[in-house]
Structures are given as C-alpha cells and as structure tokens.
C-alpha cells in the first residue's frame, strides 16, 4: 500500500479514512487530529498548566508525549493502585518516560497515602474492583489538579473507549451518563477540576502505532482486573461492525457529540457541597462516596 500523501510506502492503513501513511505522514496525520480535537472543544491554550493522568499504557503516555512535543506546560500524574505486577510494571513505564524526557511527575500511591490498594478494597467491600479503582482514580484526579493549581486534567481516553462508553449508557439509557460523556467537561466553582479527552479522535490502533513508531515506551499488558469487563466486550463489538462498515465507530461517537449530547446535558445539573472529611466536592450530604468506602474500609474485616 502507497502513502495517500507522498506515494511512498505506507506504515498503516486507516480504512475509515480511506487512506493509508508513511511514518512522516502518519505523525502528520496523528498530530492534526489531536490539534483539530484540542481546538473544536476549546480544550486549553499554551499558557494554561496541564495535568495529564498516565496509567502507564499507551494512550496516556502518547497523549503526554503530543502535548509536550506541541509545546504545552504538562505533567503528569501516576496513581499506583497497588494492583500487584501490574502496578509495578507500570509504575516503571512511567518512570522510564520521566527520565527520558525530564518532565514533571505526581506520583500518588493508594496504598501508602491512604491505606488500601484496590484488590483489597475490592475484595473486603465486595465489588468488583473497577469500582473502587473508577472512584479512586476520579478522586485523586481532582484532588491532585486542585492542589497543584492545575488548569485542566487531561485523560488518554480514545475513540474506541468513549464509543465503547457510549455503546453501554445507551444500552441501559443511562440519561445521567449521557449528559456527562463529553470531550470537555468544564469546571465546577463547587470544586472540580476542568475536565478533557483530547484523543477522542484517535482509536487504539493508532495510538499503539504512534506510540511504537515514536518510540514511547509503554505496559502492553491490560490490567488483569479489567479482563471480562462489559467494556471490553462492547469494544469487541464496535470492531466487528467496524470490519463490515468501516467509519461506523466515530459515526456513532462524533454523530452523539454533535446531535444527541445536548438533550441529556439538563440531567447534570446537581449542587456540590465540601465533603464533611476531605472537603472535596460530592452531590451527597456529609461524606463524599471516596471518604465513604474510606470508612467502609476501616469497619470492615479484613
Ligand atoms: P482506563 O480507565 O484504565 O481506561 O484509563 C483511562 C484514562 O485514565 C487513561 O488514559 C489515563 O489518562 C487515566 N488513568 C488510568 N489509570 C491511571 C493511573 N493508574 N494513574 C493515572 N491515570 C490513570
Ligand atoms: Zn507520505
Ligand atoms: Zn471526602
């Protein structure tokens, strides 16, 4: 296959694109669309200070990489989540990345700052343990761009995750979900953090042969605990659909950004209050649900 751009040889083939790139012309490509995702959401500008959340894999980490390489002020944020092999390995990638570029890290770890890594939470508040791990991550996210005087928090969500997120709020028409899965969410003077995806427009194969081409380094490995997840399956899903109708998947997403977005966003609307333990903001009356399962944690047996 020839490069669309220059004829040359091409690296990669986007179907959905009905085009194919060199390597030059694939960062081309790669970089555009997260400048055109950055600048139709407004996401931030070059003096703003970014905090961008990396697990370790390659979305997170090629997202971080971008901003940097565009010039923005970011650093990143790194939450060991104590889930054994994983988190260590992870940790490394992250690390590695660091040292490699001398950029600015926030490293959290569940365990020694607050007491619980989430197989355990999970296994004494008997859950599964994305969820834990899901309010977590969204805590310390908020909390860690607040202390820092962060701007806005950047996630390495893609194309394949947030329509994969969408195909099951539809699903179940969870109308509340709805009206938050956006791009952008934007601060709250109650207390949270603005809120962006600036990969939305890149899917999961792209960023891997971004990632692999550019030479960043990253765990290949999912998080054991998210094998079976519903995600993963919608994900398989939307792939096989892809296959028979290429262009499908971001049809689906952009088309629910464009037109569907808007008549959900009424059901976001709910007052913050301060936490009555942490002071960060919760809809709820005394504790928020993070310092809830904090204090689960300490009733319940081990
Ligand atoms: P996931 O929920 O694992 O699909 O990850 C979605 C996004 O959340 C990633 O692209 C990262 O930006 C962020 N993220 C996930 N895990 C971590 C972590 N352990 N530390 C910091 N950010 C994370
Ligand atoms: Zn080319
Ligand atoms: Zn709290």
Known sequence: MKCTKCGGRAVIDLKRHNSGFCKEHFFE?????????????????????????????????????????????????????????????????????????????????????????????????????????????????????????????????????????????VLRWNTGYLGRQYPVLEEDPGGLVRKVKPLIRLTERETAAYAVLQGVDYIVEECPKAIGARTTLYKQLLNDLEIQSPGSKQQFLYGFY?????????????????????????????????CQVRSRLLTVRA
């Open 29 to 169: 490509y790669f970089e555009n669309q997260v400048r055109k995702a950055i600048d139709e959401f407004s996401m931030f500008g070059l003096r703003d200070r970014i905090l961008v959340a990396v697990s370790g894999g390659k979305d997170s980490l090629v997202l971080w990489d971008v901003l940097m390489r565009f010039g923005y002020q970011a650093d990143g944020l790194y939450i060991d989540l104590g889930i054994g092999e994983y988190s260590s390995a992870s940790s490394q990638k992250v690390r590695d990345f660091v040292l490699a570029r001398q950029a600015n890290l926030r490293h959290v770890s569940l365990e020694q700052d607050y007491g619980y890594g989430v197989p355990e939470a999970a296994r004494r508040l008997r859950r599964a343990a994305c969820s834990p791990c899901g309010l977590s991550k969204r805590y310390i996210f908020n909390r860690e761009a607040l202390e820092g005087s962060y701007d806005v928090l950047a996630t390495g969500h893609n194309l394949d995750d947030e329509a994969a997120v969408l195909f099951g709020n």
């Open 258 to 290: 464009e037109r569907g977005h808007d008549s959900f966003e009424a059901s976001r609307d709910v007052a913050l209050t301060p936490c009555t333990e942490c002071g960060q903001p919760t809809t709820r009356e005394g504790l928020c649900a993070f």
